[in-house]
Nanobody, 115 residues
Framework: QVQLVESGGGLVQAGGSLRLSCAASGSRFSINSMGWYRQTPGKQRELVAVIRSGGSTNYGDSVKGRFTISRDNAKNAVYLQMNSLKSEDTAVYYC?????????WGQGTQVTVSS
């Protein structure tokens, strides 16, 4: 089995920064891409950022220029550096990894940005 362990969420003031981490462990498998999604109660889950095996990235429009996604292939880990945080960024953030045959999701970590 594969487990995704997330960390780094918390409470921060608007304009501050947080760094989220997600590490995959368990059965050995090939990872094609890794990413972050977020969800607020009453809203659909939305893409925050994704990074592919070759290093190319895509970001949701609302976070471009503020968030940076990166990965450490040796550690099977993905990170999300969040700067200039806004109250609109408040959500549960989920790590996602895509293997050859299926996707895996983390349990989610709460990010709360106070005004």
């Amino acid at each position: 089995q594969v487990q995704l362990v997330e960390s780094g969420g918390g409470l921060v003031q608007a304009g501050g920064s947080l760094r989220l981490s997600c590490a995959a462990s368990g059965s050995r498998f090939s990872i094609n891409s890794m990413g972050w999604y977020r969800q607020t109660p009453g809203k659909q889950r939305e893409l925050v950022a994704v990074i592919r095996s070759g290093g190319s990235t895509n970001y949701g429009d609302s976070v471009k220029g503020r968030f940076t996604i990166s990965r450490d292939n040796a550690k099977n880990a993905v990170y999300l550096q969040m700067n200039s945080l806004k109250s609109e960024d408040t959500a549960v953030y989920y790590c996602k990894v895509e293997g050859t045959w299926r996707a895996y999701w983390g349990q989610g970590t709460q990010v709360t940005v106070s005004s």
